[in-house]
């Protein structure tokens, strides 16, 4: 329910809410144009820090040749850090779990106040019939789910086969009732405004479940109790987000979109609705083919949130050196009591540097024994002299380069939809484009972890065409990647 806007509130709300401090920046039109088409436009959760910076400075000079070589005085680091901090938080700059160097993500209070300025701008027309019908539609499914008694159910059940005979009887009489072009367009870009709606809500959700992180986290640093009772509290916590409304419903929602035939379900109806004449001529985002997907990675990352969560809870589990090491988990529970206390007053002072954020460890037995160097024996023969005849380079410089994370990528997207798929699989879509070097790629792929096999009692035959339009064969053994870890032997 909508909260009552009293003065009081409101006042409170301009000046701590980052999306009302946004439209309120000084720099606001610059700000909110560079995240909308840094992070909204392409729909990315996270950026690197250096391609960000770069992406700003662009940003900056084209507005300085635009307004005033002095506009906007500062660095672009100047500027991302500034937006990531405490008092304005319109970004989020953390580490990620692979990497060194810093992310930056767009935060749901700065992506509310850019989706209620898109908002602002003059619609083409309203749907008031489009909206109307869903509130009727919805009301009928409330209806329906919370009606008690068969009978009733099966009347209205009845009720709805009737009318669909009916309609189909009108259909092989040769009278097709079509949707009007009105009608059509308004029900798409009240499909288009949810769906990009359902994407950002994807922010909102992360946050939440990495709100929960943060506060477990917290509470392991001061508790003081038995081991029990805080795995009690916690737990119970856990299962309170997961069986609330928000929780139930991301579930059910990732449920359903995770079914391969509802991806290929959606797949078809984008595909077949933006070809309709009256829809092409709105001029849609080509990338509304593809939103499902967009909706996937989204996803992932909330989930990845929920993983990390349940990665701390096991750590805690798996600490069996509580009572003995006990003084050294005071010393360390003081230290992050001392980090929270100062984590919303932070000294301006550097207080203590490190070199690294994790200590490095040399066992004096892991070093290998001396060994003397190999003295080379080289023996002198008079070189030949070569003819002068002049020899092209060409081939020195024609050489391939396989990149190995295309080609990972190509697999995560391949097993989105299932739990395994081959080598040849893969190469039925997209066939291999530089040859050997790649096939050799693809096999240090499958090798290097725990997520590909080779099937030895099942050995395959692949076939290419090289740069000469020659035809090349090679015989291999079944090569899987799975979306599960392969079991260690």
């Known amino acids: 329910m909508m909260r009552h806007l009293d003065f009081d509130y409101l006042q409170r709300l301009r000046h701590s809410h980052p999306a009302w401090t946004l ?47 002095a506009a906007f005085p500062r660095e672009a680091m100047a500027y991302l850090n500034e937006w990531a901090d405490d008092r304005h938080r319109w ?27 898109s908002s602002l701008e003059q619609r083409q027309f309203i749907g008031a019939e489009s909206r109307l019908k869903q509130v009727f539609d919805l009301l009928h499914e409330i209806d329906q789910g919370s009606e008690t008694d068969p009978e009733a159910r099966i009347r209205d059940l009845e009720r709805r086969r009737n009318a669909i005979d009916s309609e189909i009887a009108e259909i092989r009489a040769g009278r097709l009732d079509l ?8 029900r798409f870009l009240q499909m288009t405004d949810t769906a990009r709606t359902l994407l950002a809500d994807f922010r909102q959700v992360e946050q939440n479940f990495r709100q929960l992180d943060r506060e477990v986290r917290e509470r392991i640093a001061t508790w003081e109790g038995s081991k029990g009772e805080l795995l009690e509290e916690v737990f119970g916590d856990h299962d309170a987000i997961r069986d609330s409304d928000q929780g139930r419903s991301f579930h059910a929602f990732w449920e359903f979109l995770m079914s391969p035939a509802r991806q290929e379900e959606l797949t078809d109806l984008l595909e077949r609705i933006l070809s309709l004449k009256p829809v092409a001529e709105l001029a849609p985002d080509p990338r509304l083919v593809r939103i499902h997907y967009d909706w996937l990675s989204a996803g992932e990352v909330a989930q990845r949130t929920v993983a990390r969560l349940s990665e701390q809870l096991r750590r805690y589990l798996d600490d069996q050196g509580w009572l003995e090491n006990r003084r050294i988990m005071d010393i360390l529970h003081n230290i992050e009591r001392h980090a929270l206390a100062l984590r919303d007053n932070a000294p301006q002072e550097v207080v203590m540097a490190l070199d690294e954020p994790t200590p490095r460890l040399e066992l004096p037995m892991e ?28 081939a020195l410089f ?3 380069h396989v990149d190995k994370e295309r080609l990972r990528a190509r697999v995560r997207r391949a097993l989105q939809t299932r739990d395994q798929i081959t080598l040849d699989e893969l190469l039925a879509n997209e066939p291999l484009q530089k040859g050997l070097a790649e096939l050799v790629a693809w096999l240090a792929i499958a090798t290097e972890g725990r997520h590909g096999l080779l099937d030895e009692a099942h050995p395959q035959e692949l076939v290419w065409q090289d740069d000469q339009g020659r035809w090349r064969r090679a015989r291999l053994p079944r090569v899987i990647f799975t979306r599960q870890p392969v079991p260690a032997p």
Do not use: C
């Open 23 to 69: 439209l309120r920046a000084e720099n606001a039109p610059m700000i909110i144009g560079f995240l909308q088409r840094t992070f909204i436009v392409p729909n990315l959760r996270s950026i690197a820090e250096q391609p960000l910076a770069a992406q700003l400075d662009d940003w900056l000079h084209y507005l300085r040749q635009e307004l005033d070589e």
């Open 91 to 117: 970004l989020r700059k953390y580490y990620p779990a692979a990497g060194d160097e810093p992310h930056f993500d767009l935060t749901p209070a700065a992506e509310q106040a850019l989706h209620w300025l």
């Open 179 to 186: 949707m009007a072009t009105t009608a059509l367009r308004e």
């Open 367 to 394: 070093r290998p024994l001396f060994r003397p160097p190999v003295k080379p024996r080289i023996t002198a023969e008079r070189l030949a002299s070569g003819d002068d005849r002049e020899i092209a380079a060409e």
């Open 398 to 400: 024609d050489q391939h």
